[in-house]
């Protein structure tokens, strides 16, 4: 029961911030479990064990992951082996970037979504020096590993992950959120073979229009909408462009128009239409991509209204969204693994850094 009970304290810990504010979680979670706080009075004074998380609960256990703003180790929470993707930031640097605030940005989306597909936080902690994001291990790797490896997915596979990718857009804009950085690289197979997006680096909380709410200049050259591309005033719309160019690159291994000038990209993304004549995708997820990839965000599928738009459309004629949604169709590819610490869908160029050459 009380081992119960600090379980809950600890996945609880990432609704409250730090200090006085988790004595105040700690009473709720009792309240609402309906027990005595008298009863459980001499728990509250060892939860700081278990609420006060820290580098010294986890052993990190391999370097998977490195992006713009941080690392991502596999990490395991000494007291029950429990497994967790940690992404550490360092402070000065994003100082340094000008980036501090996305950390807050990031954590407190995380905080507001909840969707089967999208990463949760488990935890998160600061020291002097770096932020930690305790987050839920995606064991399948990324889509960018799986494309690398195998060059296009089958038509059937992209089909189920942006299905599941578009349920999870419409979760994080449902709460006000603009994701601004679909990417295969942000798009992570849990160990069941389903989809959790992660990195919300590039957010923007307080969206409430498909084409304003947001307006700074931020992502990834090859994945920018043409609003984006423009400067112009951006807002759901702009993930949606996203979703197309994430079901493009999964059928072909690239993104529409990729070439090593981002001058050149840019300019394609707001002139050029896709040649659709040099791939084999067929017809259906041509149109879907087309509909997608409206350069116009007025015009573009999903502006009008977001997910149904897309379900409506006949590249996902035979899927059951609602059985996607509560995750009851099964994956089509599940990962192999061989316990909580293979780590065999992540690249060997990160994961045979040795931990100790890491500089925290
Ligand atoms: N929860 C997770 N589980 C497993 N791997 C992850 C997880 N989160 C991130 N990664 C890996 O780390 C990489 C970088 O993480 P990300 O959050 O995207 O950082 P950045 O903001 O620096 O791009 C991802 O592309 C992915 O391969
Ligand atoms: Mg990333």
């Known amino acids: ?47 700081r064990k278990f609420c006060e998380v820290c580098l010294d609960d986890f052993a990190l256990v391999k370097l998977i992951g490195e992006g713009t703003f941080g690392r991502v ?26 980036h501090n605030i996305r950390i807050s ?55 189920f992950y942006i299905a599941e990718v578009s349920v999870a857009i419409q979760a994080i804009h449902d709460v006000g959120i603009l994701y601004r950085d679909l990417k295969p690289e ?15 680096g590039l957010a923007k909380i307080g969206v ?31 993930d949606w462009w996203g979703l197309g160019m994430v079901l493009f690159e999964m059928l072909t291994g690239l993104p529409p128009w990729y070439c090593d000038d ?17 791939t084999n995708i067929n017809w259906e997820a041509q149109s879907l991509i087309r509909c997608l990839l409206q350069k116009d965000p007025q015009y573009r599928l999903g502006s009008q209204n977001g997910l149904s738009d897309i379900k409506s459309h006949s590249y996902f004629r035979y899927l059951d969204f609602g059985k996607l949604a509560t995750k009851q169709i099964k994956a089509l590819f599940v990962p192999t693994l061989d316990g909580d610490f293979d780590i065999r869908y992540f690249d060997n160029f990160f994961t045979s850094k040795p931990i100790s050459k890491l500089v925290f």
Do not use: W
Request: glycine share 4%; hydrophobic share 40%.
């Open 186 to 200: 942000n798009i992570m197979i849990d160990s069941s073979g389903h989809v959790k997006l992660v990195d919300f």
């Open 262 to 278: 981002n001058v050149e990209i840019s300019r394609c993304i707001v002139e050029e239409e896709i040649d659709f004549s040099i």
């Open 105 to 159: 940005v990031e954590k407190r989306c995380l905080l507001m979504i909840n969707s089967p597909f999208v990463v949760r936080l488990e935890a998160c902690f600061n020291s002097k020096t770096h932020v930690y994001l305790v987050q839920t291990m995606c064991q399948g790797g990324d889509i960018y590993f799986h494309l690398a490896r195998s060059k296009q997915l089958s038509n059937n596979l992209a089909r």
């Open 1 to 47: 029961m009380c081992f119960d009970l600090f379980e809950d304290v600890f996945r609880s810990y990432h609704f409250v911030d730090f200090g006085n504010k988790i004595e105040e979680c700690f009473l709720k979670i009792l309240l609402k479990k309906k027990l005595s706080v008298k009863y459980f009075k001499p728990e509250i004074m060892l939860k």
């Open 73 to 98: 180790y596999l990490s395991k929470r000494y007291y029950d082996n429990a497994t967790f993707a940690i992404k550490i930031i360092s402070k000065k640097a994003s100082i340094r970037r000008n």
């Open 208 to 238: 409430r229009s498909p084409f304003k709410g947001a307006s700074t200049y931020v992502g990834t050259p090859q994945y920018l909408s043409p609003e984006m591309v423009k400067r112009e005033n951006h807002g759901f719309a702009l």
